[in-house]
């Protein structure tokens, strides 16, 4: 989680260089940017969004996986001892 949370860092920052860029341009340029500018922001957004609802998804999975192992390992752990 530590790389998610410095993605947003290195984010915030090239938005913070960027609009110091745009702040250079003419004021009909500089519209055209700032248009251009959200709408990838917005899917880079929501491609963030969507990677992190996903590794959430399979962390869950592999604990449940992990639950299913260990006691798959007790059940048969106890009927070898139970049944020697």
């Known amino acids: 989680m530590e790389e998610i949370a410095g993605f947003e860092d ?6 913070s260089k960027g609009d110091y860029l745009i702040n250079q341009c003419t004021e009909h340029l500089q519209a055209k940017f700032k248009q251009n500018i ?30 299913h192992l260990i006691i798959t390992h007790i059940i048969i752990s106890l009927s070898t001892c139970l049944f020697k």
């Open 10 to 15: 290195r984010l915030n920052d090239l938005k």
């Open 38 to 67: 959200q709408n990838h922001l917005q899917g880079t957004k929501d491609s963030y969004s969507a990677i992190c609802s996903t590794a959430q998804r399979v962390s869950l999975a592999l604990k449940m996986f992990l639950c």
